[in-house]
Every structure is written in structure tokens, then in C-alpha cells.
Nanobody, 120 residues
């Protein structure tokens, strides 16, 4: 079974930073590209950043230059460093394979996510 633990969210002022972490089962982490997704109230869930097993990264245009995705191999974790946060970054952030539900990751399954709120 897939185990995922997302953490690091919180309330931050515009211009601030947060560091999100997503710990996943080693089987998932070592085989599949992983991504951070976010869903704001009333909107669809979107992919904001992804990293391949070869450490190639890609970002949504809205976060380029501000967010950095990386992997912590020792902890089987995917990290999202978010800088220069804006109110429009407010959302629940979750991780999953890219695309979602690959391999043993059950389709339609999402962890609890972590809330990021950017507000003064």
C-alpha cells in the first residue's frame, strides 16, 4: 500500500517562504516521477512542479523562479521550497506521481495534503 505524509504548510505573509515535504514509500519514490499539486477553493487541482527519477525538474509558469522541487533520497521525500509567496499561491498542496495514480499508487487517492495560506 502507498503511504504518503505531507507537511510544512502554514500561514505566511506575502513575500515569505515555506518548505513542504512529502514522504512516500520507497517503491514509489525510486521508480516514478513525482510532483507537487495544489488545489485552491473552487478550482481544479493543478500540477505546479515535478521531478523525474533522473532529477529533471519542470514547473508551472506561475511558480517558475520562485519554487524549487528536489528529492531527499535518504528520507524518500520530495521537497518543495517556496519563496516569494503570493496570495494566489494559497491552496492545499499534495504530492502524487506524475501523472497521478501510477504504479501501486491507487488512482484517485490523495493524501491529506498541507494547507498553505499566504495573507497579510
Amino acid at each position: 500500500q502507498v503511504q504518503v505524509v505531507e507537511s510544512g504548510g502554514g500561514l505566511v505573509q506575502p513575500g515569505g517562504s515555506l518548505r513542504l515535504s512529502c514522504a512516500v514509500s520507497r517503491t514509489i519514490f525510486s521508480i516514478y516521477s513525482m510532483g507537487w499539486y495544489r488545489q485552491a477553493p473552487g478550482k481544479e487541482r493543478d500540477l505546479v512542479a515535478c521531478i523525474s527519477t533522473g532529477s529533471t525538474t519542470n514547473y508551472a509558469d506561475s511558480v517558475k523562479g520562485r519554487f524549487t522541487i528536489s528529492s531527499d533520497i535518504a528520507k524518500n521525500a520530495v521537497i518543495l521550497q517556496m519563496n516569494t509567496l503570493k496570495p494566489e499561491d494559497t491552496a492545499v498542496y499534495s504530492c502524487n506521481t506524475v501523472p497521478p495514480g501510477r504504479g501501486p499508487w491507487p488512482r484517485g487517492y490523495w493524501g491529506q495534503g498541507t494547507q498553505v495560506t499566504v495573507s497579510s
